[in-house]
Structures are given as C-alpha cells and as structure tokens.
C-alpha cells in the first residue's frame, strides 16, 4: 500500500510554487510521534520560498507536520520553519513550508543572490505541436490553407488543454484547501483536549525539567528600532512534556512572536503528581538583547 501511494505521488504532477535552488546542505527533520520527538538528520537537494526537496536517513509520510532546521553554507544561524511533507518517494522527500515569515523569506532570497545559488526552476509542460503546423502560412496562397478537418482537431486539442489545466488548477486548489482545513482542526481538537491545566508549577521548578531548549533568534524586523526587553510567555505543558501551547504576556509583537516560535520547540520531563503525568501551567521569561 506503501509502495502504491509513492507511485501515485511520483505520478502526480509537480506542485512545486517558487522559485528554487540547488544548494546540498545539512539539515534535521523532527517529527512527532506517538507524544515522542523523532529527528531524522539528511541533506537538502534545492531551497526555495515555497519548501525544500531532501534526502533523509529515515522515512515520512505525506501529510505529517514536521519541524525543518538547515543550516545554510556560509551562513551562522541556522533556518528554522515548520513544514508539511507533500512527497516521499525511497529517501527523498518533498516538504512545503507552513507560515514562513517575511523576515525568512528575504533571507532565503538575500542568501541566494549573495552566494550566486544556481536557480532549479520547475518543469513546465509543453503543448504537443502537429507535424506540419505552420507550413501553410510560410508557404502563402490557398495551396497552403490547412484542412478544416486539422483546424477543428487543434481547436478540441486547445479546448481540451484548457479544460483540463482549469480542472486541475480548481483541484490543486482544493487539495491544498483540504490540508490547510485538515491541520486547522487538528490543531484546534489538540488544543482543547490539552488546554486543561492540572497546576500551575513556578518558573524556577520547569526550568530544572527542560530537556530540550531552542534559543529565540534577534528578529531583523526589531533591529532598526533597536527593540529589546524580556518577555514574559505563559506556557502550557502537557503529559508527554511537549508545549501544547503558548502565548506572550508583554512585550512588542516582533519580539513575542519570535519568543513563541522558540518556545513551541521546548520540551520537558513530565511533571508528576501522585506518580502520574499532569498537564501544567507555567511561564518562561526570554530577555532579548539586539
């Protein structure tokens, strides 16, 4: 059944949107299963705006929601982005990128154009021409007039292509309506369920439990203002340890949203009580300094 749903996608036509570019670059891959994180590390094969085509020392499935962190030649901090797998085929596998800011999307850009990244567009479909098409106007006169019988098959031709490029631009745009649905709900029916805290546990006693920290980066957005402070974030915990949600308390939007992005990644040894795993409540404090 595997092996039918890679041949289906593999024949499937490519929906790569944007611009990419071929740049062989480490990266890791976490996906969440079953409560526990699974990192798969691998290598890009081409990086645009729109996701990244990869080759990874494990297995996905299309439809997973998985974090993406690559780190770019020539470059020090390290893209970081969550991403919805499209394709997998062996161990290549072909990611779109979900809520990709600005502030990413130029740099993607600034880092192509600075190290001359070789474009990869993508492949475009070619009408088939008849034999013979155009000789009649090349030659003149009524001897080079075309039967009306080839002039009414290249109209059902064109009328044909038409059709089936409007059917599958309304199906793509179904397809990815779908999925956007899809995950809009499952991130909503995940949040009810876990937006239900047991106890509220002190700063000072969460931060002995992380087991896995990501640092917010400065974002290039709060440079010019010279923005800086410490935000305070109210953070949901849930049995396995992972962050069921979070959301700042202070602080201006640029410097929240780049301290929520972070904190998203966090995850903790469960907290117990009576020997059995609770949902907690607790908040973390990110000072950040330009």
Request: glycine share 8%; proline share 7%; charged share 25%.
């Amino acid at each position: 059944m595997a092996a039918a749903a890679q041949a289906q996608w593999r024949d499937q036509p490519s929906r790569r949107r944007g611009l990419r570019y071929r740049v062989q670059a480490p990266l890791d891959v976490s996906v969440l299963r079953s409560g526990i994180p699974d990192t798969l590390p691998g290598r890009s094969v081409n990086l645009g705006e729109g996701g990244v085509a990869a080759v990874l020392a494990g297995e996905l499935l299309p439809g997973e929601a998985v974090g993406v962190e690559i780190r770019l030649p020539m470059t020090m901090d390290p893209l970081r982005a969550r991403a919805l797998v499209r394709h997998h085929d062996r161990l290549r596998v072909g990611m779109e990128f979900v809520g990709l800011s600005a502030e990413q999307q130029a740099a993607i850009r600034d880092w192509a154009e600075a190290f001359k990244a070789e474009p990869e567009p993508a492949a475009r479909a070619k009408i088939p021409v008849e034999p013979g098409a155009g000789k009649g106007s090349e030659s003149g006169g009524a001897g080079g007039a075309q039967p009306p019988t080839r002039t009414r098959r290249e109209r059902g031709w064109i009328f044909f292509l038409l059709s089936a490029a409007i059917l599958l631009a309304v199906f793509w745009w179904r397809w990815n309506r779908g999925w956007e649905d899809l995950e809009s709900g499952l991130r909503k029916n995940e949040t009810t369920l876990e937006q239900r805290p047991q106890v509220h546990v002190p700063a000072e006693v969460m931060q002995k439990l992380v087991t896995h920290r990501v640092d917010p980066e400065y974002p290039a957005a709060a440079r010019p203002a010279n923005q800086q402070g410490v935000i305070v974030l109210d953070v949901l915990v849930g049995r396995d340890g992972s962050v069921v949600d979070v959301h700042a308390l202070n602080g201006p939007e640029v410097l929240a949203r780049a301290a929520t992005d972070a904190l998203r990644w966090w995850r903790f040894e469960p907290y117990r009580v009576n020997g059995q795993s609770v949902v907690v409540e607790t908040t973390v404090a990110v000072e950040f300094k330009p």
